[in-house]
């Protein structure tokens, strides 16, 4: 592993430090995890147990030293829960910090002023990347959502249609039926006078 880090482990990074998070992070590294860098603490006095930070393609890992070197602490944090990253010179080296969506602030000093830069380009560009992809995909769902828009306008247009045309057409045939009913055999066969007299003589009849 210490080989596919050689290209990332370029500025003075404790060798005796990278060796033992390396050793660990065989353990740590999720499949298809992509190292990004790695940064050692360089503290002014006593450097024995330096802290490091280590940036992958998926998330930021904290390694402390514990009980005197002999074991390793591990806390990570996903990009995803990362609001931004920060670097901060000081005097005796630089801080690389960041804080997350539940404001808390993690901090890592004592830092070499090109490892704090480079872990804060590297951490930049991976949120950069999770914005673009996050868009990307509010896009794509917007343009999803508009189309089944149209579809559902466009055969809520045709039903609409559909009705207007079934409507003319009873109202047509509503219209129809009196002119249906007067080229009837049977309508106004006899005239309105011979009518007239069938119903006196019926009344007389009845007299």
Known sequence: MIDNLKKILNEDQDPKAIEKITEKLLDLLMKNE???YIGVQKKPALNVFPDSVVLTDKRVIICKPKNLGLSMGFTDYDWETIVAPMVKENLLGSEFSFVTKTDA??????????QAKKLYTFAKEQLELRKNLL????DNLAESVQAEVIVEKSNFLEEAELIKVEEVKEFSDFLDEPRKLMESSNFMTESPEIIFDKEEKEIENKK
């Not at 602030?105 to 090109?114: G, V």
């Not at 868009?135 to 509010?138: F, N, P, Q, V």
């Open 34 to 36: 992509e190292v990004g």
């Open 135 to 138: 868009t990307k995909a509010i």
């Open 105 to 114: 602030t993690i901090t890592i000093d004592y830092l070499p002023k090109n």
